[in-house]
């Protein structure tokens, strides 16, 4: 079938008086930039275009959703500013200059240009698709929640359908291994190397369903259990499966 799909995609500027003397670098947002905010999909009817599809993407900068600006442009300060955490870093520097003209002047250690470096994290913090029929639009969302003390990893999915019916994701990884219950010698010892070296593979995953009303669908649990079979070779030993209530 004919049609067309249109994209937009996040456009941070960069941010700094880099371009005005005296130079420095940018505050540089490339990091922040090329994300898809929203697609739309539409096919090709006699009268014209006809919007059949929609995803919206919302992103977590740092903590805040859609708004990065604290990143891009930090406060301005005549104190110099450093902030390094798991989730974001900012650090100021500065040049001495003469603006007015006055070089040795009473003030000239005052005289200075101030620019930052900056960094954080950037995540899809939730996405909604939109299927639209005639009159109708039928919504379905998915909301994304991370660990950025452990891993930087998926922790948590909420995902709304257009029933109203919700499934919900939890998932473990090796630096969670105080949160497993159960787990063999060969497993646990398996976590403590992988710790350093497989942060991001996934142990355990847990999916809860719940109508609209709030009641528990299904229940159910996988895990892999790897081992160390020689040479640090990490692999599954074991894939074990749990439903409802745990049969």
Known sequence: KQGKTEHRFTVFEDGGSFYTFPYHLATDNEWMRGSPLYTKSYKKEA???????????????????????????PISSTDEIYRTDRTGHITSFILFYDPDGTPGGPNAHNEFKTFYLTGGTMHLASTEEIAYDGNFALHNKTFFTYDYSRHYQTKETKHISSSGKETFTKLYYPTDKNDLSGLSINASNALDIMETGQIATKVQREVTTKNAQGTVLSHSVTRTDFKDWGNNVLMPELVKTAKNNGT
């Open 47 to 73: 009268q014209g275009y006809t919007l059949i599809r929609e995803v919206i993407n919302n992103y977590n900068y740092d903590g805040y959703i859609n708004t990065p600006y604290h990143l891009m442009n």
